[in-house]
Structure formats: structure tokens, C-alpha cells
């Protein structure tokens, strides 16, 4: 399928039923955004819905990339609704609870359970701790690579104000105002982490690590205890190169070679566990973060 597509326009019945066909193609990304977003499975499909609707009503000839107008589309919708919900002071029942959408016979457990494995309730809990404009950046930015531009036409705001809510948002993620207490805790989880990498143990890992960690760098994403602890065994070697900081507040790993910053790992912490691992490696995205020693 694709990407000129979108340039026909979708006058009558037939042109409409090839954009449905198209627009099917990108639904389960849809959702995994609209979730990451808004927590609740239900209302990420009402958000993808949405967008189908605006879709359906617009001109898309001059779409160059129908999947990032779609994802900026429904980013824009999960906006209006984070921010409709706060201002009735609402909170969704099924809020933090990945699956809870498996139950609706009208919804397709496949696709609930991918939502539920590829986001994790750890993760969800510690989005929650943004606002609506710091939790669209963080999201769409950090998680699915939405360029700041993008981001920034969303919120109506400039590239830098986006980078600024996205750093903002990242630096809240991850414990930016921890107390000491938790740095103590975050620093005994970091060395528990480092030492099992260092010596290939696999069951030491597994101790450290959320069942549901999401471990996301360039080369892509890996989610689970288990695919997690075998790629970090194999970076025994760069696990010796490794040694603890405080990036953006939070207890994380710094690598340096030759004196230039090379990779950061950052983490979310639930309890006594790494519910996220950030790999950093752009030096753009090194530029930006605040990095003290431990």
C-alpha cells in the first residue's frame, strides 16, 4: 500500500473505501498512541474513531506521509481530551489498567493484548504524573519519533517550545524531584542493574527488572523482563564502560569515550524496579540532558 495513495482525492463511495482500507493499515499504531496517551482502552478507541471521522472529511490530496498526518491527528484529538477531562476534574475509571478494553466483545483481544504488552502499567502510571501538553510531547516525540515541528503544530506552539514540554516531561518521567531517599533506592536498583549486566546474570536482571519494562533505544524496542535481560547480558563489555549519574535528577548510567559522551541509559523507577531503560545515543537528544555525578 502506498504513500501516493493519498494523494487521490476520496469522492464518492469507491474513493472512500480505499481510504478505509488504507486508514485499517494504521489503526493498531493509531491505538498504541491514543493509549500511551490516554490510558483507557475505551477512550483510545473513541480517539481513533475520531480521526477516522476527520479523515474521512478531509482532502488528503496533498498528503505526502498519511501516517504522520494520522498521528498528529489523533495526538491532536487525545489533547482535547486530556484537557476536557481535566477541566471537568474527571478521572477515568479504567484508567491505568492496560487490558481493560479486552472485556468489550465489540474490540479485538489481539489487539488489546498487544496494547497491554507493548505499554505496561508502570509506564502509564508515570505518564500520568504530566500535563496534557508535556504528556503529547513525551509521547509523541520520545516514544514514536514524531519530529518537534510536528509536535509543536499540534500544540500550536514552536519546535522549541515542543522540545522544551518534551525535556520538561522527561525530566518528571524520571524522578527530576526525587527525594534523597528515593535517589538512595534508585542508586541500589542502578548498581543491581549494573552488576548483573556486568557479569551475564540473567536471574539478576530478572530481579531488577518491572515484568512489563520497555527498553527502547536507536535500534529499536524490546518489552518484557525476559528479551530485555538477554540484551542486556550481551552488553556485558559496555556494561564495564558504564558508571552511574544523575541525568535530569534521576539515577541513571553514563558512558563516555575519549572524554566526549557517547551513551546515556536513563530509567523509570516503580517501587524497587526499572519499569523503562532509555537508550541515548544522538547527540542532539545527549545535548539535552542535565548530567551531574552520582
Given at each position: 500500500m502506498s504513500e501516493h495513495d493519498a494523494h487521490q482525492h476520496h469522492d464518492g463511495t469507491g474513493g472512500l473505501d480505499a481510504l478505509a482500507e488504507r486508514f485499517e493499515a494504521y489503526r493498531g499504531h493509531l491505538r498504541a498512541v491514543a493509549f500511551r496517551m490516554l490510558g483507557s482502552a475505551t477512550e483510545a478507541e473513541?480517539?481513533?474513531?475520531?480521526?477516522?471521522?476527520?479523515?474521512?472529511?478531509?482532502?488528503?490530496?496533498?498528503?505526502?506521509?498519511?501516517?504522520?498526518?494520522?498521528?498528529?491527528?489523533?495526538?491532536?484529538?487525545?489533547?482535547?481530551?486530556l484537557r476536557s477531562r481535566r477541566t471537568r476534574g474527571e478521572q477515568p475509571l479504567e484508567t491505568w489498567e492496560p487490558a481493560a478494553?479486552?472485556?468489550?466483545?465489540?474490540?479485538?483481544p489481539a489487539q488489546d493484548a498487544l496494547l497491554a504488552d507493548s505499554v505496561g502499567s508502570a509506564l502509564l502510571v508515570v505518564l500520568d504524573q504530566l500535563n496534557p501538553a508535556e504528556r503529547l510531547a513525551f509521547v509523541l516525540h520520545d516514544l514514536f519519533g514524531v519530529p518537534f515541528d510536528e509536535v509543536g503544530g499540534v500544540l500550536g506552539r514552536t519546535p522549541a517550545a515542543a522540545?522544551?514540554?518534551?525535556?520538561?516531561?522527561?525530566?518528571?518521567?524520571?524522578?527530576?524531584?526525587?527525594p534523597e531517599a528515593d535517589l538512595v533506592r534508585q542508586r541500589a536498583v542502578v548498581?543491581?542493574?549494573?552488576a548483573a549486566a556486568r557479569d551475564g546474570d540473567f536471574e539478576g536482571l530478572?530481579?531488577?527488572?518491572?515484568?512489563?519494562?520497555?527498553a527502547r533505544g536507536e535500534a529499536g524496542?524490546?518489552?518484557?523482563?525476559?528479551?530485555?535481560?538477554?540484551?542486556?547480558?550481551?552488553?556485558?563489555?559496555?556494561?564495564?564502560?558504564?558508571?552511574?549519574?544523575?541525568?535530569d535528577g534521576a539515577t541513571g548510567l553514563?558512558?563516555?569515550?575519549?572524554?566526549?559522551?557517547?551513551?546515556?541509559?536513563?530509567?523509570?523507577?516503580v517501587g524497587d524496579r526499572i519499569a523503562t531503560i532509555d537508550i541515548v545515543t544522538d547527540p542532539d537528544r545527549l545535548a539535552e540532558l542535565t548530567i551531574e555525578p552520582a
Open positions: 473513541d480517539a481513533v474513531q475520531e480521526t477516522w471521522f476527520r479523515l474521512s472529511r478531509s482532502d488528503t490530496s496533498e498528503v505526502d506521509n498519511l501516517g504522520g498526518w494520522l498521528t498528529t491527528v489523533v495526538g491532536r484529538v487525545c489533547l482535547d481530551l478494553g479486552a472485556q468489550d466483545p465489540a474490540q479485538d522540545r522544551q514540554l518534551a525535556s520538561r516531561g522527561r525530566r518528571r518521567v524520571r524522578g527530576a524531584d526525587a548498581d543491581a542493574f549494573l530478572l530481579a531488577v527488572l518491572d515484568p512489563d519494562v520497555l524496542t524490546t518489552i518484557g523482563a525476559s528479551g530485555v535481560a538477554a540484551g542486556a547480558k550481551s552488553f556485558a563489555r559496555l556494561a564495564v564502560e558504564s558508571r552511574p549519574a544523575l541525568i553514563v558512558r563516555y569515550v575519549d572524554d566526549r559522551l557517547e551513551r546515556v541509559l536513563t530509567f523509570t523507577f
